[in-house]
Nanobody, 122 residues
Framework: QVQLVESGGGLVPAGISLRLSCAASGRAFSSYSMAWFRQAPGKERDFVASISLNGRNTNYADSVKGRFTISRDNAKSTVYLQMNSLTVDDTAVYYC???????????????WGQGTQVTVSS
């Protein structure tokens, strides 16, 4: 098993950047594909970005492509989500997830963090 803890969320004005971190503990971090999802109030949990075991392959939701960047540091057992040019539509709880396969569906990820709130004000 792996335990995930997100950090870096907060209340920020539109247009600025924010970086989320997800620290993992437990089984070897490098053996998991990682992803970020988000859930806005009253909406379903949506895919944001994913990254392969070695970090060479990434995938993004269309809504964040070109603004968000996912990365990982296997030596630190941490995955990051750099978010630039934030808008009010990015307001959500952001979740980190780990799984054995890389994909856009939440069902591919067996382990989840507790989430970190990102609120973007206009």
């Amino acid at each position: 098993q792996v335990q995930l803890v997100e950090s870096g969320g907060g209340l920020v004005p539109a247009g600025i950047s924010l970086r989320l971190s997800c620290a993992a503990s437990g089984r070897a971090f490098s053996s998991y594909s990682m992803a970020w999802f988000r859930q806005a109030p009253g909406k379903e949990r949506d895919f944001v970005a994913s990254i392969s075991l070695n970090g060479r392959n990434t995938n993004y939701a269309d809504s964040v492509k070109g603004r968000f960047t996912i990365s990982r540091d296997n030596a630190k057992s941490t995955v990051y989500l750099q978010m630039n040019s934030l808008t009010v539509d990015d307001t959500a709880v952001y979740y980190c997830a780990a799984g054995s396969l890389t994909g856009m569906s939440s069902r591919w990820y067996a382990y989840w963090g507790q989430g970190t709130q990102v609120t973007v004000s206009s």
